[in-house]
């Protein structure tokens, strides 16, 4: 069975920054494309970003593309987003996900 835990959210200032992790224990994680999602209140799930198996190619959002970066370690089975430049808008549940399963999710809360 897949798992999935973020973790790394947060209350950050506009123009702060968030780590978040993402880990697949029990997973064979090195053999598939993740991506992370997220929620803002009151809105429906929107994609952020994505890496491809080998963390060789990122795909970004263009509202993060620039700010937000994505990566893998797969000896870990771990993956991270480095949000940078955090905005208002920002503001949602964040999930990792592998097709159509997604994690409990970690709050990100950007205001000043």
């Known amino acids: 069975e897949v798992q999935l835990v973020e973790s790394g959210g947060g209350l950050v200032q506009p123009g702060g920054s968030l780590r978040l992790s993402c880990v697949a224990p029990?997973?064979?994680?090195?053999?598939?494309?993740m991506n992370w999602v997220r929620q803002a209140p009151g809105k429906g799930l929107e994609w952020v970003s994505g890496v491809s198996s080998d963390g060789g190619s990122t795909f970004y959002e263009n509202s993060v593309r620039g700010r937000f970066t994505i990566a893998r370690d797969n000896a870990k089975n771990t993956m991270y987003l480095q949000m940078n430049s955090l905005k208002p808008e920002d503001t949602a549940v964040y999930y990792c996900?592998?097709?159509?399963?997604r994690g409990q999710g970690t709050q990100v809360t950007v205001s000043s």
């Open positions: 029990g997973f064979t994680f090195s053999r598939y494309a």
């Open positions: 996900a592998q097709g159509t399963i």
